[in-house]
Structure formats: structure tokens, C-alpha cells
């Protein structure tokens, strides 16, 4: 095999990225974009590609998992370091594609436990609910749609009231808010929306009894959380919704974790995975099982009591 001419990672990152710019969506760009500038770029110091060896670039992974994160309060998400890895492969594909390098194996491990998610107990839970409902801030009605649906905080942010039938009992998924780099910025960031990341993402999901009281509407052509034609940011979902769990005097969760609770309580319930898998917009059901079902010793020990001998 004959070999191009040297080349620098640096150059490779920014061909593979101009490479495919045209091909993927704006979001997912501005990630790429942003791993780059701020982990990979950094990390490897201009070296050039053809000296870069498997041990090396393990060793980048292990020390982003453990010291990643660029506020120096330890390490990235598995799913940040798995975006890097995937960065990382792909550019890596693209040079042994031109023949700037050698073929090599690009297999990593992530050795890292997953943190586990911090949930509500059942009476927190409860006293959320409650609070929720009786609640008329449209708000409260979206952490409550969370709770009782499992979409993601981007598609509540997202929603209109035309997403919403009440005579059908069904809301229907195809977009999500975000805030991403602004690639012709890396000082500043931007808001868009954008259709569902996923094709499962695009989902119509059946509105529970219990929560249909609860959603109101008027204006079809507004955003839901706010009843106006101006949306409510992640960033901004998140801030109020800590600030109303300190309110109440209930335990620091994220908004995502109310998320894991929804699925972790539908396993429970006796949910089909599929059912469950397409409720929240996932590729398959090996996806939901590997994500959200970890089971309660409770419920663990009720299965358990099933066997009689």
C-alpha cells in the first residue's frame, strides 16, 4: 500500500468534518464540531496521524471518562466518550480511506460503571404529582407530561398545542428544541428545532385518563409550556424545575430522571417492551431494557415469591 503524504490530525479533523458537513444535521455537525475543537484537537496536539497508535488514543478515552469534563469536576457522560470514539473512528476511517494511513483496529473499551440515575422514591414522587396538578401554570403541566408519558425534555420544550388531540387521547412527536454550538461562533451557541433525532423518535403517544383533566388548551398554534408563540428552552425547563423541587422541599433530580422513573414503573406495571420501547421513541427494546429497567429489590423479591416448590 502506498501512503500519501503526511498528514497532521488536525488537517484530517477539519477535511472529515468539511466532508460531512452536507450530510448530517445541523445539530449533530455542531457536536461534531464542538468534540472536536474542545477534546480531540487538544488532546493530541497536532501529531501526526501516522504516529498515532491504538494504546494512545485508549488511553485519550480512559482519560476523558475519568477527566474530561472542561469544567475540571471530573469525567464525561459513557455517552459523551462514546460520541468522541465515533468522531474519532470516522475520521480515522476517512484517512485509511485516502490512503493517509494504514489500516487499524479501532475497537475501544469504555471501562467505566454507568452512574446510576438518582430517582424519586415513591412518596416524592407522589407529592410532586399532587403539587402538579393542582397547579394552572402550564409549567407544572409539562413536568407532569414528563412524569406521565416519558418524553424527553426537548420535545416538551418543542410541543404546540396542535401536537395535542384531546378528542383522539393522542400526542403526537416530531420535534425537539435544543441549544448547539454556532459553528460560525465557537463563542456563542443558538436554539433550533429540528425533527426528532431518530425515525422511532416520531412517535404518537396515547394520552393516559388520569392526565387528560390536566391538559388544557387554547391557541393551536402556540407552544404548549408557554400558551404563546414563544418556547421555553432546555436550559431554562431545567432551572425552574430545580428550583421548584428546593420549593418543595424535595430531593435534587434531574429532569431526565423523571424520565427513567415513567419507564422503570411501566416495566413494573407489566408493560410489553415493545409497547413501552415505542411509548419513548427508542430504537428497539433492547434499547429500553438496557437504559431503564432496573428492577426494585421490592419488585425483585415479589417476582421471587411467584415460585412455589
Not at 23 to 48: G, L, W
Amino acid at each position: 500500500m502506498i501512503l500519501l503524504k503526511r498528514k497532521k490530525y488536525d488537517e484530517i479533523l477539519d477535511e472529515w468534518l468539511l466532508e460531512v458537513k452536507s450530510n448530517v444535521k445541523e445539530s449533530t455537525y455542531a457536536t461534531y464540531k464542538f468534540h472536536v475543537e474542545h477534546h480531540i484537537k487538544p488532546y493530541f496536539n497536532n501529531k501526526q496521524i501516522s504516529k498515532i497508535k491504538k494504546i494512545e488514543i485508549q488511553q485519550f478515552i480512559n482519560y476523558k471518562l475519568e477527566y474530561g469534563r472542561l469544567d475540571n469536576r471530573g469525567g464525561l457522560s459513557i455517552k459523551t466518550v462514546k460520541d468522541l470514539i465515533n468522531i474519532i473512528k470516522q475520521s480515522f476511517g476517512y484517512a485509511i480511506n485516502k490512503n493517509y494511513i494504514e489500516n487499524m483496529d479501532l475497537n475501544f473499551k469504555i471501562n467505566k460503571i454507568p452512574d446510576k440515575v438518582v430517582l424519586l422514591d415513591a412518596d416524592d414522587f407522589s407529592k410532586l404529582v399532587n403539587h402538579l396538578k393542582d397547579d394552572d401554570n402550564y409549567f407544572s403541566k409539562g413536568i407532569l407530561l414528563i412524569m406521565c408519558t416519558g418524553m424527553r425534555i426537548g420535545e416538551v420544550c418543542a410541543l404546540k398545542n396542535s401536537d395535542i388531540n384531546l378528542n383522539t387521547k393522542e400526542i403526537k412527536i416530531n420535534k425537539t428544541l435544543q441549544r448547539i454550538q454556532d459553528v460560525s461562533n465557537k463563542n456563542k451557541t443558538k436554539i433550533i428545532i429540528t425533527e426528532t433525532k431518530t425515525v422511532n423518535s416520531k412517535r404518537i403517544i396515547p394520552i393516559p385518563d388520569s392526565l387528560l383533566p390536566y391538559l388544557k388548551i387554547q391557541c393551536n398554534s402556540n407552544y404548549y409550556l408557554t400558551q404563546t408563540d414563544k418556547f421555553i428552552e432546555p436550559r431554562v425547563f431545567r432551572y425552574r424545575f430545580k428550583n421548584k423541587l428546593k420549593k418543595l422541599n424535595l430531593p435534587e433530580v434531574t429532569v431526565h430522571s423523571l424520565r427513567h422513573y415513567f419507564a422503570s414503573q411501566c416495566i413494573e406495571l407489566g408493560f410489553d417492551y415493545k409497547c413501552l420501547s415505542e411509548i419513548l421513541g427508542h430504537s428497539s427494546p433492547t434499547t429500553t431494557m438496557k437504559l431503564y429497567v432496573h428492577s426494585k429489590k421490592k419488585y425483585k423479591k415479589a417476582c421471587m415469591d411467584r415460585i412455589k416448590i
